[in-house]
Structure formats: C-alpha cells, structure tokens
C-alpha cells in the first residue's frame, strides 16, 4: 500500500522566490514543489508530508515570450505515497458515526466509510464509539488529484488489538449530534452510496 513514487514534474520559480538570499536552488526548488504535492493525492496516490526528494532537475530556463522574469525546471523527485489496493487490512480511528455508517481516518491520508447496510443487528458494529481504533478492510477505493485524502469503502474487521474503549457521556444532545453527523456526511453521500453499490 505504501510505496515509492517517482515525479517527472515542471518547476517554476518566480522573481518573488529568488528574492531571499540564495543558499541552494534545490532547496528552493523542494519548498514549491512541497507546496503542490505534500499532504495531498497525486495521480500516483496520498503523498505523505516530509517524504519528497529532489533526484535531478535541469538547469534551468527562462519563460520565453512573456516576460514574467520566471525561470522553469524540470526536476524529478521520489516520494513516498498511499495507494491501497483492494483487499487491504488497515487499523484507522473511528472520527465519525452516523446513520449513513461508520468514518474511519488512517493517517489522516485514507478515510474509509463501513456502510451501515451491511451490518444491521451486528452487536460488535453497533458498539463501536468515536475514538476506538478498529480493522477495516478496504475494498474500492477513489480519489482525484489534489484531494485532500483518499475516499474508500470497506469492511468491518473488529476492533484493533489493545485498543482501548471509549466511553460515551451519558448525557448527550441527541437530536443535535444526529444534525451535524447528517450535515457532515451530506458532502460524501453519493461516493459512498455508488462504492456501496459496487459492494454489492
């Protein structure tokens, strides 16, 4: 799931970036190309923060014909990214329930929906609180470039081993969380709903 990923990528720097007194242009060059693929999906999947390398670049040219003063490399870079294929048993944190199903985060990279549907009278399903850590494995997976995580859908596998608990307060504002758990899920219902589909 997790893998090296290799970027042929075009770097432009403008006359805003060579503003400050130069030490490296590849530390230059890593800090923009930092700025658009870390922490986010690429066509090669979630890149993870810190993990970006600078393997080679071009020397560098000037854009011709537009005087903008920006100077363009092509630089290639290795980065470790996520990329789950179906099957995959991960642990993630529960951070949301709801009527539409269990919300699962992995390194904040990968938030994976357990459908409710197919767990109706499951007494382990049910019992699981926000906070645990459980196992879930991932079936179908999508994502776009620059999303800001990976959209999956999974199944349920038990809580995690040595995760702890959680205990729910008993005096909870039932109709109020019941508002914003279906608020939160509005803007992901229809990915989730067409992945449970082909669940089916």
């Known amino acids: 799931m997790q893998h090296v990923a290799i970027f042929d990528e075009q770097v432009v720097l403008t006359p805003k970036d060579m503003r400050t007194d130069i030490t490296s242009i590849d530390e230059i060059l890593l800090d ?5 693929l870390d922490g986010k999906c690429s066509r090669h999947g979630f890149v993870l923060n810190g ?10 040219a000037l854009d011709k014909g537009r005087f903008t003063g920006n100077i363009i490399f092509l630089v290639k870079a ?18 949301r329930k709801n ?23 499951d007494v382990s399903y049910d019992a699981v609180q926000i906070g645990e850590t459980i196992k879930v494995e991932i079936k179908k997976s999508r994502f776009q470039v620059n999303d800001p995580y990976i959209l999956s859908v999974g199944y349920f596998r038990g809580r995690a081993e040595g995760a702890r608990t959680v205990v729910t307060p008993v005096e909870i504002d039932e109709e109020a969380e019941a508002e914003e758990a279906e608020a939160d899920a509005d803007a992901e219902t229809e990915d989730v709903l067409e992945a449970n589909d082909e669940l089916e």
């Open 32 to 36: 923009v190309l930092s700025a658009s």
């Open 78 to 95: 290795e980065a470790e990214v996520l990329n789950p294929p179906d099957g995959t048993v991960i642990e993630g944190e529960v951070i």
């Open 99 to 121: 009527k539409m199903g269990i919300y699962v985060s992995y390194k904040d990279a990968i938030r994976i929906i357990l459908p409710r549907d197919l767990y109706i009278g």
């Open 51 to 60: 993990t970006l390398k600078i393997l080679s670049r071009s020397m560098g």
